[in-house]
């Protein structure tokens, strides 16, 4: 029987989640978690094979958990379920240490052949991954200035570019109003923009966010 917990702040979409995943016969959800916080306690208190992970979270995001999962040498395999398009996160969190990402949006039916995957200590990825990891290795190397971003810095821009203000952000986060000006203040000059129009523009023509 593979063990999972699932960790995602919106509880309409760990009970979906959830139902899909009870449902196979060799899966059991042996705990759910709202944000790290919760996650942490699960962990301590019950053993599991797979944990699946949100990427947007309160407080720690789902890149910060994969983050301190790595750096604590833990043996639990990570598959990341996010609504964020797989060019925006998925490299990310494979670099990270998932063994896996899938979108929300995708095949519900995809998520219990991901679990069963990583449970196995494979990666999984879809084919969309796949050809991205394909044309990274086969075509000359063009970074993006945003792919210089940091994990929190990303995801400063994207929030900022959906429309959301500063203080939206910081409480959404668990931060000061300070610190996610701090790194709003990083992206504009990493990405040579001036003010919250440019990143925008910025984000929607690099596909980070929809017009």
Do not use: W
């Amino acid at each position: 029987m593979i063990k999972v917990i699932l960790c995602d702040d919106h509880a309409l979409i760990r009970r979906g989640i959830r139902d899909t995943l009870t449902d196979a016969p060799d899966i059991e959800v042996v705990g759910e978690a709202g944000d790290y916080g919760e996650l942490r306690t699960l962990m301590r208190n019950h053993s599991c094979d797979v944990l699946v992970l949100d990427i947007n979270m309160p407080g720690r995001t789902g890149l910060d958990v994969l983050h301190v999962l790595k750096d604590e040498g833990s043996s639990v395999r990570v598959l990341v379920v996010s609504m964020y398009p797989e060019d925006q996160y998925a490299i990310r969190a494979l670099r990270a240490g998932a063994f896996g990402y899938v979108n929300k949006g995708g095949d519900p039916v995809l998520i219990v052949t991901a679990v069963r995957t990583v449970a196995q200590g494979r990666k999984y990825v879809t084919p969309e991954i796949a050809q991205m990891l394909v044309e990274s290795l086969t075509t000359p190397a063009s970074t993006s200035a945003h792919e210089k971003l940091s994990d929190r810095e990303l995801q400063t821009l994207v929030m900022i570019a959906s429309g959301k203000r500063l203080s939206d952000i910081a409480d959404e986060l668990t931060l000061s109003p300070k610190t996610v000006s701090v790194y709003r203040a990083r992206v504009l000059e990493k990405l040579g923009l001036s003010n919250n129009s440019e990143l925008t523009v910025y984000a929607i023509r690099n596909g980070l966010v929809g017009s």
